[in-house]
Structure formats: C-alpha cells, structure tokens
C-alpha cells in the first residue's frame, strides 16, 4: 500500500526517515511523488554539434596510455587522447592520480566534462570505463536535506517503485489516455524518475500535468458546487420595472459588456444558491454602474446592500457618486473608521432598525458592533487587496448574503481559472464609447526639461498632474529616484503658484487621506507620490500621469497608474521615464507604449514576470504544482478546466470508470482540509 510509512521500503532507516520527514515525506506515496528538479544529461552527440563552452558527454577509444604530471602541493594532471569518430581528441583529468591504473591504451571510455571546440579538448569532470548505457544518459537531481544526498534518495526511491509498483493504480479513465495519448500513471513515475531519453521524460511530465490540472479543476469546481447546494433559500426576488426605471435615469447607455455581465450578476441573484462571483474590469470600465444597478435590485427585493472599498478616501468617491445615482430611490449612508462617537452610533443604530439601504465602507463594515438587518449583497471592491479572513467576516454578517468581488486589475484567464477557480467570473472587456486613449510616452531621464516643461503648459490650463516614484527614501543599493527627493526637485524647479503634495506609504492614514483631498479638490496641482495612489482614487481633472525609473514597475501595475488619469474628457497623458539596460524592460515600455488593453497587457506581464506579481506571492492564493506551470502550460490547464467542467456537469463522477478519480479527489480536499 502507498499509505505504508517510508521505514517500509529498502534502505530507509531510522536517520533517513527523520531527513525525509524533515522534507515532507512519511509515507511511500510522499516518496515517489518528491520528483526531480532538474536532469543532468550524458546524452552522446556527434562532435559537429557539440557548442564551444557546454558541458558534454563523448564516447571513444584510448589510443594510447594517459601521461601523469604533479605540479604544486598534492595536485595533479592526467592526459590522454582518445579517438572519437576517427578524430584525435585530447582529455584533461586534475587531480585524480588514481585514474592513470584504470584506464588503459585500447579502453573504451565515456567522458563528461568542458567542452573546448578550438583546442578539440574535453576537461573531464566524470568517466566510466565502457559504453554508457541508454539509461544513464538522463540523471534525476533531487531537492534534499540534512544529510541525505541525491545519490542516497535516488536509491530509494527506485526500491520503492520495485517494491510497490502494483499498488500505482490508473485514476484517468481509459478514453483520456487515449484521446491525450497520455502514458498511464505506473508508466509515467517510471519515466519521470528514471527516465530513458528526453522523449521519454517529456511524455511523462506531459501526463503528471494534465493529472495534477485535472484533479486541481476538479476540487474548485466540486467545491464551488456544494458551496452552492449547501447555502439555499437566498432567491432575492427583486421589482424588474423599478430596475430597468433606474436604468434608463443614467446619463450614458451601458455597454454590451456592461449588459452582459449585469444579466449574468441579475440571474445569481434571482437562484437559491448563494453568489461567489468575480467581476473584472479595466479601469474606467464601468463596474461601479453594474456595482449600483445590483445594489439598487437587491434593495427593491427588501434586502440591504453593504459596498466594503481599501481606503476612505475612495469609500467616500463611491458614497457620493451612488448618493447622487440613486437620489430618493435608496437610502445610502457612509461608514469608515474615522466617522467617530455620536455620529457613528447613530449610524450603527440606522444600519440595525434598516432605516438605511446601502452601506458604503472600509473594513469598519466588518467591526463587531456594525448588525445588519437582511443583508442580501456584499460587494468588494479590489478583492485581493483584503485578507480572506475580511472578507468571511463580511460575508457572515447577514443571512448567507450574495457576494460579488470586483477587481480593476485585469487577471489573465490562466489566472483566473486557477487563483478563482472556485468562483464564477465576469469580465467587462469594452471602454464606454466617447472614452479618449490614455497616450503613452517613453522617454529617457536625459529629456525631463522637456517633459516638467509638457507638465507647467497643462497646470496653466487649468489641469494637474501625477509624479510617480518607486522609493520613499534614498537607497545604497538602487539608484533610483526616490519620492521625498522628487518632491524637494520639482518644488525648486516650478514657481510657488503651482502647489505640490507628497504622499507615501508611511504617512499616517489621516495625512494620506489629508493629501489625496487637497489634490482631488484642486488645492495640489501636482502630486509626487509612491504607488500608494494606485487604487480607484477619481479626479477627472488629473490628465498627465508621469512615471519615473517605470522598468522597475510591471505592466499590471504601470497599467493600474495609468488607469489614474483619462477620467474626465480631456486628453490624457501618461509618460514612462526609463533606461531599460534588459531585453526585458525594454519589451515592457514597447508593450506600455503600444497598448492601453488591459486584458492583452495582463497576459504579457504574465509571460515576462510570472504569475506571482498579480497577488504579492505570499498572499497569491495561487496553488503550488509539483510539474505544471499554469503559464507555461497554459494550454493543458485550458484543456484540464474544460473537461472538469464536462466532468461536473454530466455528473460522470458517479460513473464507474471516474470512480478511482473521484477518490482521489476526495482524498486530496480532505488532505487539503487537514493543512488548513
């Protein structure tokens, strides 16, 4: 059995045991599921294609006896040639004097080492006497710890696959094997730990993908579905005459996207099954007038609406703007942690008695003294930006509430259908018509006169404008301009009629909220801040955007700050101040410069930078695959999601031939529950 301690196998004694448990591993199936990872390859190539500098494996006859010379203290250099494909090639041994008794004139010998092309010259690091054998051509690394080595854990694990071999069940039905031309799973950890030749590894790395794809897509399905079926009773029976009334009071018409997604959000609230749905849209979208027609549906069905938003500043943009959307329509009030005393009990006291509809907040929404009366829908603005703990408070505050995220940070769907693989997502993927293109700019630092010149003309006219920095205060490390630094410069360079604010992550959080106030009622015409303003803040009358040592930014996060200006309708200006010295950087300022599609920048910046950028890496919820890549493989995870999702639907896991694929999945929820 799999489930056998690892003491069970051949070789695995007391001391082996605790390294390997020190690494996670305690029973034979932890064992022979720790793969490689990486392969050392001895694989003969014909001296045409060897390259100059590589490490290289060569096969041939010893012409004549190697020559042994000592030089310096206890060093020595072992030389002989050798002929391979009927050319004379030399090898250099150091420091192995032994070897001149083992290798003779007329040995047939395979070599591994430093290839040089000039010289025709191999500096050995490993030999054998004889052919290699098509086996040893591929060797597996293993990850280890303590004192256990790659060779010892190699030794093991190829027992345990000896010894247990029969117990390694097929859990992928017979048509998948087929269809994928997958090896079955026996076969596959085979391949994958001793494997015969690239061909080989490939096909089973290709099997372990799709595997661990699958069985992933399976459980966020299977437990997006008893989320549904275990939450019923929560149909919100909402008045479509007063909505589809409230929507022709708007002052624009919504988009196709716009109506796609609200008849998608207007469907979950009608169902018994409680929302967990995921709404995408880039920035200047339109998700809050899809946000305010939900809340304002779920009002006429007698329910209450909570909107929880990261900071006060912005809770108080959204508060204003439903206030005057809805007019007498809903009854909305304000709730953030500076809204003290008197004023907030008052508020607390209306919130209870239902005597307001709509509650806009920070995460003084989710305090213990704040009771709703029949919260029927949640919505969270900028989703990854709360802590899971938040946002279950939040959603445990009312009768099983419909809860929608929304994020304006455009994830890329091999994202999405992993990091929320265990909810529903709508995406608004079209601008409101009319809407002016944010014009980007690369420049060097070399012509800052003229871009601080291109930000005077625009105050003058009345506008203001974004500086952007990376760092707060001056680093040895990084040369890189710095917030505090910035702001000095500029308010030497402009005259004293231009006011200019500096704001930063270390300001207190009333200074910040001080600070963003001021600019966004015009009393700062220029704002010199760090990243902190990434995050929803509106003023239209922002249009240039100025973004200095912008390599150091990915493309999500240059994208976001951009998404600060183009709010109102004038023309909008965004400028990167770069020196790319990488290929890398410089490709990222080429895609900035040629592109405001949010969705088409998310997936580039997924190529360049992987998928830990888009969450912060500890905080990603992202799962961690043995093998696969969801970025590299994205096609396999494509396939993987598709077929769960048949899989769910067609209700194939009560079939025979799911059966062993089923258990698995349940074993690895309930595993998963264990760590949790």
């Given amino acids: ?215 992933f897509q399976l459980k966020m399905q299977l437990l997006r579905k008893w989320k549904r079926e275990a939450i019923e009773g929560n149909a919100q029976h909402f008045d479509k005459k007063k909505v589809k009334e409230f929507i022709a009071s708007f002052p624009f018409t919504l988009t196709n996207a716009q109506n796609k997604v609200l008849k998608q959000i207007m469907n979950d609230l009608k169902s018994p099954y409680r929302m967990n749905r995921l709404l995408q849209g880039d920035v200047g979208s339109g998700k809050t007038a899809v946000a305010a027609i939900c809340l304002y549906a779920s009002v006429t069905a007698g329910r209450q609406g909570a909107l929880m938003v990261p900071t006060e500043i912005l809770a108080e943009q959204h508060y204003h703007s439903l206030k005057e959307l809805f007019g007498d329509r809903a009854r909305v009030t304000l709730l953030t942690g500076s809204i003290k005393g008197k004023k907030r009990k008052e508020r607390i006291t209306q919130i209870r008695n239902h005597e307001i509809d709509i509650v806009v907040g920070t995460h003084a929404l989710i305090q213990e003294d704040v009771t709703f009366n029949n919260l029927g829908f949640v919505i969270v603005d900028e989703q990854h930006r709360f802590g899971v703990e938040q946002r279950r408070v939040l959603r445990e505050k009312g009768l099983h509430p419909d809860v929608l995220f929304m994020t304006a940070t455009p994830i890329p769907r091999t994202l999405a259908i992993t990091a929320f693989g265990d909810m529903d997502v709508s995406i608004i993927d079209e601008l409101p018509s009319g809407r002016k293109e944010v014009e980007t700019y690369w420049v060097k630092e070399t012509l800052l006169d003229r871009v601080l010149q291109f930000i005077e003309k625009h105050i003058r006219q009345g506008e203001q404008a974004y500086v952007i920095c990376p760092l707060i205060e001056e680093s040895d490390k990084l040369d890189i301009q710095n917030a505090v630094d910035v702001y000095h410069q500029l308010e030497a360079y402009f005259p004293e009629s231009i006011h200019i604010g500096l704001m930063h992550g270390r300001l207190p959080a009333e200074e910040k909220d ?163």
């Fill in 1 to 215: 059995m799999l489930s056998d301690s690892v003491t069970h196998v051949k070789g695995v004694g007391e001391k082996m045991a605790e390294d390997l448990a020190r690494m996670g591993i305690h029973s034979v199936e932890d064992l022979i599921n720790h793969f490689p990872y990486r392969y050392d390859v001895f694989e003969i190539r014909p001296l045409r294609e060897l390259v100059h500098d590589d490490k290289v494996t060569i096969e041939g006859r010893v012409i004549y006896d190697p020559s042994l010379t000592f030089y310096g203290k206890s060093k020595s250099r072992l030389t002989f040639m050798l002929e391979v494909e009927q050319v004379a090639v030399k090898a250099v041994m150091f420091n192995r004097a032994f070897a001149k008794k083992h290798i003779q004139k007329g040995d047939i010998v395979t070599l591994t080492g430093k290839w040089d092309a000039h010289r025709l010259q191999i500096t050995v690091i490993t030999y054998k006497k004889g052919k290699a054998k098509q086996q040893d051509q591929m060797q597996a690394v293993y990850p280890v710890k303590g004192e256990l080595t790659t060779r010892k854990l190699k030794k093991v694990i190829q027992q345990a696959l000896a010894s247990y071999a029969s117990s390694i069940d097929e859990i992928l039905p017979p048509f998948y094997l087929t269809a994928y031309k997958l090896p079955d799973r026996k076969a596959a950890y085979q391949m994958i730990h001793m494997p015969k030749n690239r061909i080989a590894l490939k096909h089973a790395r290709r099997r372990f993908i799709y595997e661990e794809f699958l069985i």
């Fill in 514 to 676: 001080m600070v963003m106030k001021k600019f966004a009622n015009n009393e700062l015409q220029l704002l010199v801040s760090t990243t902190v303003i990434e995050v929803g803040v509106n003023v239209p009358n922002a249009t240039i955007m100025v973004i200095y040592d912008a390599e150091r930014f990915g493309l999500s996060q240059l994208h976001q700050l951009r998404g600060r200006v183009g709010r109102g309708d004038k023309q909008s200006y965004c400028i990167l101040i770069a020196d790319p010295k990488g290929e890398v950087g410089k490709e990222r300022m080429r895609i900035m410069s040629e592109t405001t599609d949010g969705f088409v920048l998310s997936e580039q910046d997924l190529q360049l930078r992987g998928p830990g950028d888009f969450f912060g890496k500890k905080q990603s919820g992202l799962p961690e695959f043995k093998v696969a890549d969801m970025v590299h493989d994205y096609r396999a995870l494509e396939t993987a999601s598709k077929d769960a999702q048949e899989i769910i639907d067609n209700r194939l896991l009560k079939t025979p031939e799911f059966q062993p694929l089923l258990k698995h999945v349940e074993n690895s929820i309930q595993a998963n529950e264990k760590l949790d």
